[in-house]
C-alpha cells in the first residue's frame, strides 16, 4: 500500500472512534453485553464450562440461549488481564480491528492492484455505518460473527478467483462452524455464495458448483462429526440451544411490529455509503466521465456479493425477534460492494493530487491531529456512568451494604428485568431469588412497590434512586 494512503485511512477510524468515545469505555452496557462479559468472566474464575456457560447461580445455569464461542474468546482476555471492567471493552474494540484487518485483505482479493490504495474508502463506508460504532460500544455478539463469516466469504472468493480450491473452500466451511458457535444460524448465509457465483458467472458450471458445495460443507460438517463423536456435551449443548433460542423465537418472542423492520433498517443504516456512491455515479455520468469498464468486468461478481448481502438479512424477516444489531456481519460486504463500484472513480481524484503541495500537507497534519483527538477522547469519560446511571448508583450502593458472593431476595416486579441481573453478577457476583423470601438476609424491591413486605424484614437503605434495600431483622 501506498504509504501516503494512512492519512487516508486515519480518517474514517479517528471518526468511528470519535463517534464511540463518550460510550465505548465508560460504565453501563446494553444489557445483553453485560451478560456476554459476566459469562466470559465466570469461565475465567472457574464458573461454568465452555459447554455449560454460566451467568448466575440462580439464572442461566448453565446459559443455554447463545452458543460460546464468543463467550470463551472473551473469557480468555480476562484469564490474561484480570477482572476489570475494560476488558470487555478492548474485547470488542480488538473484534473491529481483526474485522478491519479482514476487509483490507478481502479489498485486495477483490480489487486490482492500482486499487489497493483505496482501502480507506470500503473502511470509510462500514464505519460510518450507525450501528457499528454501537455494536463496538455494547459487546454485542455480532462482534465475533462478523469475523467468521468474512473469513468464510475470503476463503470463498479465494477460492473461486485461484486454482487451489480444494483446501480454501474446507477452511471457508471451517470458518461457519466457529461462525455457528459464535452466533448460531445465522452465521450460515455464507452458504448461499456459491449459488450465486453460479448464477452470475457462466463459467462457473453446475458440476463446479456440486464440488465447491461438497467441499464446503465437508468442512462445515466434520467439526460437527468431531463433537457427535468425541463431545456428546457439545450436540448436547447445541440441542439445547435450538429448543430455547430457535424455536422459541420463532414461535414467542415479539421485539418488532413488522417483518420487514429490518431490511428498512439495513438500508437506513447504510444510507451514507448509498448516498456517497450514487452521488459519485452520477457526477461520472454527467461531468467526469471516467471509464468505468473494470467495473462491468466484475458485474457477475457484483451482483453475486449484493445477493450474498441480502442472504443475510432476508432470512430474519421469518421472525419477529428482530434487532438492527442482527445484521451486522452484512455491512462490511455491502461497504465492499458500492466501494468497488467508485473506486475508478475516486482513483482518478487521488492520482491527481500533488502530493508535495501545501494542501496535501495541511491534510496530512489535520489527519494525524483527527486522530490523536479521537484517541484523548476515547479515554476521556473512562469510568464514568454514561449509560443506566441511576440503576449503577443503586447497584453499586446496595453491593456495599450486602458484599459480594451472596444470594438476595428480589421482588417480582423486577422478574424480567435482566439488566438488573447481569449488573450484580457482573460487578459482585451477587445472584437473585424470588422463593422463600425468609431465608434470605437481604432483600430488594422497587421504592414504589406498596404491596406488604415480607415479613421480618426491616429497611436498610431507602435512600437510593430507585430501589429499597431490606434487612432481616
Not at 471518526?15 to 465466570?42: E, K, Q
Not at 442461566?60 to 470487555?88: C, I, M, R, S, T
Not at 456459491?194 to 467441499?215: C, D
Not at 429448543?243 to 411490529?257: A, C, G, R, Y
Request: hydrophobic letters at 50%; one cysteine or more; proline letters at 4%.
Amino acid at each position: 500500500m501506498d504509504k501516503r494512503q494512512v492519512y487516508f485511512i486515519l480518517v474514517p477510524i479517528a471518526i468511528f472512534l470519535s463517534i464511540a468515545s463518550p460510550l465505548l469505555f465508560s460504565d453501563g452496557m446494553f444489557m445483553d453485553g453485560v451478560f456476554y462479559a459476566t459469562i466470559g468472566r465466570n469461565w475465567a474464575d472457574g464458573l461454568g464450562t465452555f459447554w455449560r456457560p454460566l451467568l448466575t447461580e440462580t439464572y442461566g445455569n448453565p446459559f443455554y440461549e447463545h452458543p460460546p464461542l464468543a463467550f470463551f474468546l472473551q473469557g480468555v482476555l480476562f484469564k490474561l488481564f484480570g477482572d476489570h471492567y475494560w476488558v470487555e471493552r478492548f474485547y470488542s474494540l480488538f473484534t473491529h480491528v481483526i474485522m478491519g484487518f479482514i476487509l483490507w485483505k478481502l479489498w485486495k482479493l477483490l480489487v486490482p492492484e492500482k486499487q489497493h490504495k483505496l482501502f480507506w474508502l470500503p473502511l470509510l463506508f462500514w464505519l460510518l455505518v450507525a450501528r457499528v460504532s454501537w455494536s463496538l460500544c455494547n459487546n454485542v455478539l455480532e462482534n465475533t460473527l462478523m469475523i467468521f463469516t468474512s473469513l468464510s466469504l475470503f476463503y470463498m472468493l479465494k477460492a473461486l478467483l485461484s486454482k487451489k480450491s480444494s483446501l480454501n473452500f474446507l477452511l471457508a466451511g471451517f470458518m461457519l462452524f466457529l461462525a455457528f458457535l459464535a452466533k448460531g444460524l445465522v452465521a450460515f448465509f455464507p452458504l448461499s455464495l456459491l449459488f450465486f457465483y453460479f448464477l452470475f458467472h457462466k463459467s462457473f458450471n453446475f458440476i463446479q458448483t456440486i464440488k465447491a458445495s461438497l467441499l464446503l460443507l465437508v468442512g462445515l460438517a466434520l467439526p460437527f462429526l468431531f463433537l457427535f463423536v468425541f463431545v456428546p456435551e457439545g450436540i448436547e449443548f447445541i440441542e439445547k440451544y435450538l429448543e430455547i433460542q430457535v424455536v422459541n423465537s420463532l414461535k414467542n418472542v415479539q421485539t418488532v411490529d413488522s417483518r420487514f423492520f429490518i431490511l428498512r433498517k439495513f438500508f437506513e443504516e447504510s444510507l451514507f455509503m448509498f448516498i456517497v456512491t450514487a452521488l459519485l455515479l452520477i457526477l461520472n455520468q454527467f461531468k467526469f466521465r471516467y471509464s468505468l469498464s473494470e467495473i462491468k468486468e466484475k458485474k457477475g461478481l457484483l451482483f453475486s456479493l449484493t445477493g450474498l448481502v441480502f442472504s443475510g438479512v432476508l432470512p430474519i424477516l421469518i421472525s419477529l425477534k428482530q434487532n438492527t444489531f442482527y445484521i451486522n456481519p452484512v455491512f462490511p460486504l455491502a461497504s465492499l460492494i458500492l466501494a468497488m463500484l467508485v473506486a475508478p472513480i475516486v482513483l482518478n481524484f487521488i492520482q491527481n493530487i500533488n502530493y508535495q503541495g501545501f494542501r496535501f500537507k495541511v491534510f496530512k497534519v489535520f489527519s494525524v491531529l483527527l486522530f490523536t483527538t479521537s484517541i484523548v477522547l476515547l479515554i476521556l469519560p473512562a469510568r464514568e456512568v454514561k449509560r443506566d446511571k441511576k440503576q449503577l448508583q443503586d447497584i453499586r450502593a446496595v453491593i456495599e451494604e450486602v458484599g459480594p458472593h451472596s444470594t438476595i431476595y428480589l421482588s417480582d416486579e423486577y422478574r424480567n428485568d435482566w439488566s438488573m441481573y447481569s449488573y450484580f453478577y457482573r460487578y459482585a457476583y451477587i445472584s437473585f431469588s424470588m422463593n422463600k423470601p425468609e431465608e434470605y438476609k437481604f432483600l430488594v424491591r422497587s421504592k414504589n412497590n406498596n404491596k406488604p413486605l415480607p415479613k421480618g424484614f426491616q429497611i436498610l437503605r431507602d435512600d437510593l434512586n430507585e430501589l429499597s434495600l431490606y434487612r432481616k431483622k
